[in-house]
């Protein structure tokens, strides 16, 4: 079954750090960009950080210098490494496989940055 499965969310207190990994059931994997979204109450989902087959990466200007995506192809695995957490990134992450056929999204794990 193709599929992506998000897991590492939780609690944590402002400055805080999580590390989120979304494990990827997909051939090929290392040909796809993969990303990591998030959607907030309220809110739009928007793109959190990206990387392409080649490694090239891509964050949203909120959370530069703060968070890292990573992918580790031979674990057909992706990360999200979140420092300095706060208030406001409070939100469901979701993981994202852009594939040739379309884009598949994970079941989101919920991310609270609260004291």
């Known amino acids: 079954q193709v599929r992506v499965v998000e897991s590492g969310g939780g609690l944590v207190q402002p400055g805080g750090a999580l590390r989120l990994s979304c494990a990827a059931s997909?051939?090929?994997?290392?040909?796809?960009?993969m990303g990591w979204y998030r959607q907030a109450p309220g809110k739009q989902r928007e793109l959190v950080a990206a990387?392409?087959?080649?490694?090239?990466?891509n964050y949203a200007d909120s959370v530069k210098g703060r968070f890292t995506i990573s992918r580790d192809n031979a674990k057909n695995t992706v990360y999200l490494q979140m420092n300095s957490l706060k208030p406001e990134d409070t939100a469901v992450y979701y993981c994202?496989?852009?594939?040739?056929?379309?884009?598949?999204w994970g079941q989101g794990t919920q991310v609270t940055v609260s004291s």
């Open positions: 994202n496989a852009e594939l040739w056929g379309g884009n598949l």
């Open positions: 997909i051939s090929s994997f290392r040909r796809f960009t």
């Open positions: 990387v392409t087959s080649g490694g090239s990466t």
